[in-house]
């Protein structure tokens, strides 16, 4: 008899989670599984990936608002649920002041579930497995009714999410599992809940090599001209983790000590403004190229010389391991979870955390042909394909 899972996460816009979860979905096996897939709001570039055994569930009006303008659910009268968000951003801020908007995201999301619970309507379906794909969880574990209940963090827990750490360590020890993407992920929050130890396992981000490369073959050469420049391209959120600003500074000193590089960044995100400014001020308008948010960003990265992701802190980045697949050269920085990314030197290099690591790491590989050849071919030969993961969910559900 098929076990009944039901999966749910916010949408399916573009996003390393986002690319994570159809990479699962398209692993799963359906002789099994009914999969019920919930999104609280029907949106995302990533929808038409959903595989046809899924069934979606309709939306449910009160978690259409979650993510959502405060304005828009005020006037859709959903009065309660509105107040409620600006309560949340307002304490969120009280208890966060100095730290960047990225930093206060997830204590507001905490209050918000905390304090709109008793509003939000319950699933009579009953579930043998209920799976919360992005945090926080309290929607699966107050409003479903399921066997077994599994929580996933993404992200290096320790550095990033700053939460309201008695309401989150309340939420976690109510999951029979809760799932990292990385062994260093798993560290990074066991160093926060040291005791919810025995609940917590490492599942990788299941991706699709054949998937990717299929993907990667569209031309983007009008964007990306072959213009005998080397071209460096990172995909990631306009924010501050993603270490734009910094490589942004890193662009002009290398075209300042002579290399020819254009660097091309897909994305979106709060920080555009700041970063067009920068770029501006750098007078990088042709060098430092914001591609925006591309629904395929696999024919970019496969254009390119050199990925490089320069950011201050990942969980476990999915565009690295995809450039890998597309068997290009990748530089990253040395943020807490690195070495769990790549091996370094052979499938990769890692830099400094810094501006003046970002540059060297960059000189290096640009001035030596054979190294990028080496860490291509190494990827290449390399079996990035970890569709065995999944037995580790099955294993947890049985």
């Known amino acids: 008899m098929k076990k009944k899972v039901l999966i749910s996460m916010y949408s399916l816009h573009i996003g390393g989670a986002e690319r994570s979860l159809i990479g699962l979905l398209e692993t799963f096996d359906y002789t099994k599984f009914d999969i019920d897939l919930f999104l609280y709001r029907h949106e995302g570039e990533f929808l038409s990936y959903i595989p046809n055994q899924i069934k979606l569930i309709p939306p449910i009006k009160e978690y259409t608002t979650f993510e959502r303008p405060i304005v828009e659910v005020v006037k859709e009268g959903n009065l309660f649920l ?44 009953q579930y043998d497995i209920a799976i919360s794909f992005l945090g926080p969880h309290n929607f699966i574990l107050e409003k479903v009714q399921a066997r077994k209940k599994i929580g996933w963090s993404h992200t290096d827990y320790y550095t990033i999410v700053n939460p309201d ?9 109510k999951l029979d599992y809760i799932v990292n993407v990385s062994s260093d ?83 979106y995100g709060g920080e555009e403004g700041y970063l067009r400014e920068l770029i501006s001020t750098h007078n990088l308008g042709n060098k430092f190229i914001l591609l925006g948010k ?42 807490p979870t690195a070495k769990s990314q790549l091996e370094n030197g052979f499938d990769g290099e890692i830099c400094d955390l810094s501006i003046e690591g970002i540059v060297n790491g960059i000189k290096d590989l640009y001035d030596n042909l054979s190294k990028r050849n080496e860490l291509s071919k190494n990827c290449i ?4 394909s970890n569709r065995s993961e999944i037995n580790k969910l099955y294993e947890l559900i049985n």
């Not at 208890?95 to 939000?120: D, I, P, V």
């Not at 924010?239 to 002579?258: P, R, T, Y």
């Not at 201050?312 to 697949?325: C, P, S």
């Open 294 to 335: 591309k629904k395929n960003p696999y024919p970019y990265i496969n254009s390119c010389d050199i990925y490089c992701q320069p950011s201050r802190y990942e969980g476990k980045a999915v565009t690295v391991r995809e450039a890998q697949i597309l068997g290009k050269p990748v530089l990253i920085t040395n943020y």
């Open 185 to 267: 992920c798993e560290t990074s929050f066991l160093k926060v809940f040291p005791k919810l130890e025995g609940k917590s396992v490492v599942l990788e981000n299941i991706i699709s090599p054949s998937f990717v490369r299929e993907q990667a073959n569209e031309c983007v050469i009008k964007e990306m001209p072959n213009d005998g420049s080397l071209k460096i391209c990172t995909v990631g959120r306009y924010s501050n983790q993603k270490g734009f600003d910094m490589a942004i500074v890193a662009c002009k000193k290398l075209i300042q000590l002579g290399y020819d590089i254009k660097w091309y960044v897909i994305g």
């Open 165 to 173: 750490e008695k309401l989150d360590e309340k939420m976690w020890s």
């Open 82 to 125: 509105g107040s409620v968000r600006i309560l949340s951003k307002l304490k969120a801020n009280m208890k966060n002041k100095g730290l960047k908007k990225e930093q206060r995201t997830y204590k507001q999301m905490q209050y918000t579930w905390h304090y709109s619970l008793r509003k939000l309507p319950e699933f009579k379906k």
């Open 381 to 384: 030969n390399r079996d990035y």
